[in-house]
């Protein structure tokens, strides 16, 4: 009897022990009753912790009724709560000065993508361009009167317009696919830079939710799901420059639903002798709503059009004589004309505790038409060489993730499975050679393009405690489709490929603020289209080998450092060249190189940064000497002073270098670097912001973009290959008035 009455006390305490160790449920919010994303959450009694979800979730394992959280997140107060109940606990933080020294590393989701939300905080974006810049190591240029997409170097490469790197908004792709100017091509100036919330990077193939262009990295732009408070600007500059921005809160202080619209408009005619008469037209919505299981629905929709003239780019030589200025032309008939419509919904689901979705579905209407001259009269010596690329584009997609955190045996495991589809139905696809954009002298390429991607991934997240491994795997699927409407029987040239893409990392947190990782992944990028028929599926997907070794380290409680060795290989693809029609190979080629940056904190309201890469690049098919990566970077440097808050003024000086660089094979002709200084200032007063910008502070000569280009002027006899420019902005100022209400 005794023996019995002790196993049912065994029993019963058991239940008991059960009943109580439970998981807790909570949402992390800030004073306006928004989520907080990435907030951390620590069990002090089990030593259990989580993280919040976009939602502002959490979910911690091990606790009951009685223990106490710790609840943090970087610009907020820390926040200690004793579990009363386990099933409802709702967290308010309050926010406060941004103290560096509260970043715990091993605390944090993604130290380097902190160290860009850290980036945002203190220096925010207030154009196009500086949204790219904001990520580390990356370079840009702009060569077509600033409404063609900029150019992007970043790890030793030339990007071109996006053709090694993956760009994103909200889960919508940005990259073009078999574009009329260039494969992957990606114009990113339908984003409001004022509405940018999060930006999500990774270099490296190494993300099993990244696909196509993810060889040199990848880069997810998300937007704000609430204003705070309504507010409108207006800038005037130099160069007849003028940009008006509004962002309207259009429900105040809801608690289960928000909405906002934005607008912008920008004028200019740049400091080029060629008025630019540039202008874009930018229109913005969103609306979130958040259900009582915190399950949230988003629909956003934007329109996005722009037109220029531009002066193109400008042969060395003709500056040098004085027939031009830096800021002329040889053709000022070039220009272009481009808009953008998407609408995106997205739904994000709790299905359980462990278990939790997100997907969006989203459709882009597109037109482009750009005109360009690079050679001059190099082939038509009557007529010039000028070239009209056009498209009209329809873009069709979902995404979907599920994810799942359980344990294998001890082991905290979070599996996440994906599925994807994009769909693409770009007609006219035209290249032509054209005369003051007005006749068609000849049709080179027209036709019609279907191009599909079906995707599906998983990737399983082993936590050790201190250890975690991450290995993944991606396939891919594309049919590619062509009708060419200069041949005279109607065909569709089609071609399918299939790839699979494996992913191996490794996480090491020696010390609370000492992170060591190992990265590993294959990445490849599609050709375009017309290149995969016209090769009949040769190298359709070129392959990326690529490995990263890093640290992200805190030295000292106001200093942060990360660095990264990292090696990269790409066999042999074809390339299609949009501007002449024609199909290049590249060969194989390898990089390695090291990123290195750092954050450091001065006082409460003073912050320096730098970031510097240095890389070498080299086909590995040819001889040495002639190996050289044409307009490959191989070192580059950012940094500046920013002041964040101090008696109402903020600012900062940013400094950005790029060294000198081959522009050809053999090194034999060669793109200066340059090295750039900006400065702004900023005052509030109550309502009131007054703003002061100056770009290129100390008036150098500087080229942005550069190319070794055979041409040939109208009066002369031989045709000479050398450096074409599009020159840097000269010293550029303009004032900023902002209202906030």
């Given amino acids: 009897m005794m023996r019995k009455l002790s196993m049912l006390i065994v029993l019963a305490s058991c239940f008991v022990y059960v009943a109580k160790a439970q998981s807790t449920r909570g949402v992390v919010s800030n004073q306006l009753n928004q989520p907080l994303e990435a907030a951390y959450v620590y069990n002090i009694n089990s030593e259990s912790h989580a993280h919040t979800s976009e939602n502002g979730v959490f979910v911690i394992n091990d606790t009951k009724v009685g223990d106490s959280l710790r609840v943090g997140l970087l610009g907020y107060e820390t926040k200690i709560v004793t579990i009363t109940n386990t099933k409802s606990l709702s967290i308010i933080l309050e926010e406060k000065v941004f103290q560096l020294d509260e970043m715990v590393i091993r605390e944090e989701l993604n130290p ?87 930006i999500d990077f990774g270099k490296g193939a190494y993300y099993a939710s990244e696909g196509d262009f993810n060889t040199a990295g990848y880069v997810n732009f998300k937007t704000k799901d609430f204003i705070g408070e309504s507010s409108v600007s207006l800038s005037l500059g130099q160069f007849n420059t003028l940009r008006t921005v509004g962002l309207f809160d259009l429900l105040e202080n809801s608690k289960s639903q928000n909405a906002y619209i934005a607008m912008e408009f920008i004028g200019t005619d740049g400091p080029f002798d060629s008025p630019q008469n540039f202008n874009r037209l930018n229109l913005f919505g969103k609306y979130v709503m958040y259900s009582p299981e915190n399950n949230r629905v988003t629909l956003s929709a934007s329109h996005f059009t722009s037109r220029w003239d531009a002066s193109g780019q400008i042969p060395q030589r003709e500056v040098d004589n004085g027939n031009v200025t830096r800021f002329g032309a040889i053709d000022d008939t070039e220009g272009g004309e481009t808009e953008r419509t998407n609408i995106n919904v997205a739904y994000d689901k709790y299905i359980s505790d462990q278990t939790k979705l997100k997907a969006n579905a989203f459709y882009s209407h597109y037109a482009f038409e750009l005109y360009s001259n690079f050679t001059f009269f190099l082939e038509d010596p009557l007529n010039g060489d000028q070239i009209k690329q056009k498209e009209d584009r329809q873009i069709f997609g979902v995404n979907a993730a599920l994810n799942h955190s359980t344990y294998f045996g001890d082991t905290e495991l979070n599996l996440t499975a994906g599925f994807g589809l994009r769909h693409d139905i770009i007609d006219d696809v035209e290249l032509s050679r054209t005369l003051n954009r007005t006749t068609t002298l000849e049709t080179i390429q027209l036709g019609d393009i279907n191009q599909t991607n079906m995707n599906a991934f998983v990737n399983a997240d082993f936590d050790f405690g201190k250890f975690r491994v991450a290995p993944a795997l991606r396939l891919d699927y594309f049919k590619f489709m062509y009708n060419d409407a200069l041949q005279t029987n109607y065909e569709t040239q089609s071609e399918t490929k299939a790839i699979v893409s494996p992913k191996l990392n490794f996480y090491y947190n020696a010390k609370d603020n000492l992170q060591l990782y190992l990265k590993s992944g294959l990445g490849f990028h ?77 006082n409460d309201w003073l912050f320096l940064d730098s970031d510097a890469t240095y890389t070498n690049a080299r086909s590995i098919d040819e001889p040495e000497g002639e190996d050289f990566i044409p307009l490959a970077p191989d070192f580059t440097f950012t940094g500046g002073l920013s002041i964040d808050d101090f008696n109402g003024f903020s600012g900062g000086l940013r400094l950005r270098y790029l060294d000198d660089r081959p522009a050809n094979e053999d090194n034999s002709i060669v793109a200066e670097g340059y090295f750039v200084t900006d400065f702004n200032i900023n005052y509030r007063m109550k309502n009131v912001t007054l703003g002061l910008m100056v770009e290129n502070l100390f008036d150098v000569d500087w080229n942005e973009t550069q190319f070794a280009t055979e041409s040939r002027l109208q009066n002369e006899a031989e045709s000479v290959e050398e450096i074409h420019f599009t020159p840097g902005t000269p010293f550029f100022i303009r004032g900023i008035v902002t209202y906030n209400f």
Avoid: C
């Fill in 526 to 602: 599609s050709n375009d289209a017309r290149v995969v028929v016209a090769n009949s599926g040769e190298d359709i997907l070129p392959r990326s080998y690529g490995m990263d070794l890093g640290t992200v380290w805190k030295p000292f409680p106001k200093l942060v450092v990360n660095s990264a060795l990292w090696y990269l290989f790409l066999e042999q693809e074809f390339v299609y060249v949009g501007d002449a029609g024609v199909v290049e190979p590249s060969g194989k080629t390898r990089r390695y190189g090291l990123d290195l940056g750092l954050r450091y904190q001065i």
């Fill in 112 to 198: 380097v993508s902190t160290i860009t939300r850290l980036d945002l905080n203190v220096t925010p974006v207030n154009s196009s361009q500086e949204v790219l810049r904001k990520v580390p190591g990356l370079f840009i240029g702009q060569h077509a009167g600033g409404g063609k997409a900029e150019q992007i170097f970043l790890r030793g490469f030339d990007v071109d317009h996006g053709t090694d790197v993956t760009i994103g908004v909200d889960g919508m792709p940005v990259n073009m696919v078999s574009h009329a100017h260039g494969q992957g091509y990606s114009d990113l100036h339908f984003v409001i830079p004022e509405t940018v919330n999060k």
